[in-house]
């Protein structure tokens, strides 16, 4: 009975995590889905508005008005979150699910990066370079979209300003910042999304499609990450999340039948690997020096 006990609590958080995950990229691609009816900033305003909905429902922040200190880093941490999500459904237009993600990863791969002095962390910086390398749009015959690609790394650089900024607001308390930051990024995609859509926006079909989109991509597999962090190692969790881009491509082959080339396929492999080698690396390193490495807060 404790050997069983033992085994499930290791395979439970790791099933959650690889469905959050799931979760996550299945809603991107049924958000993909949507594109022709309402433009991707429709489906941005759509996600984050009704995520924003369901994070105040949860966490009713206005129990407790932030202080003048903490507007300042919610404000910014939401603008980087709402600006995150509108340009990487931009990207989806003209590229695959799966080599988005991959590009957009790039942006908490230099956060964790930064500072780095060891010869090994060198190495993960190259292993992430060739991938990136194989990905872009370098050449004439390159089958990626420049301008795809180019919202994709945006989408990247937002990432690593939502992470630097959510350390920030997440003094605030991390339920109450998270509900107010998706408050700000609803705040600012959605009248963009409007001067797209319009009216359409607000069908019946079109607010279910945006309400699943939300619950899929937000309020389900935030609270299976949040199952598995309690229960996991932080390396192993690092290390887990790193499969992010390679689930993404599965589930743009499953939902959307987006086929990569062995080349594609190969450089998200790179940049696989080298968010894992990194994650596990700054965590032996924080262990060692006695410093506790941020956790990864997922919103994005």
Known sequence: MRARSGASDVV????????????????????KSLFPIVG?????????????????????????????GEIGAIVLYGAA??????????????IPLGIAVAIEFTGPLAVALAGSRRGLDFAWIGLAVLGLGLLLPLGETAPLD?????????????????????????????GRAVSLGMTVAALVVTPVGLTEA????FTATTLTMGLVI???????????EMFALTRLPRPAFGVLMS??????ALAALAFLDE????????????????????????????KKSGKRPPERDATG
Do not use: H, K
């Open 146 to 174: 420049p301008t795809g690609t180019a919202l994709a790394l945006g989408a990247g650089l937002c990432w690593a300003a939502y992470i630097v900024f959510g350390q920030r607001a997440g003094r605030a308390g991390g």
């Open 214 to 224: 939300a619950v899929l991509s937000s309020a389900l597999p935030y609270s299976l």
């Open 259 to 286: 086929r990569l080339t062995a080349v594609q396929v190969g450089a998200i492999g790179c940049i696989v690997a080298a968010s894992a080698g990194i994650t596990l690396a700054n965590r032996a390193s924080g």
């Open 81 to 94: 979150l709402g600006l995150m999500n509108l340009l990487f459904y931009l990207a989806l237009r003209t």
């Open 12 to 31: 439970l958080p790791i099933l959650a995590l690889l469905a959050g995950m799931i979760s996550i990229q299945s809603g991107a691609a049924l958000a």
């Open 40 to 68: 991707a900033t429709g489906v941005t305003a759509l996600r984050v508005g009704f995520s924003a909905l369901i994070l105040l429902a949860v966490w009713r922040p206005w129990r407790r008005s932030p202080e003048r």
């Open 198 to 201: 319009g009216a359409d926006l």
């Open 243 to 248: 499969l992010e881009p390679a689930v993404a």
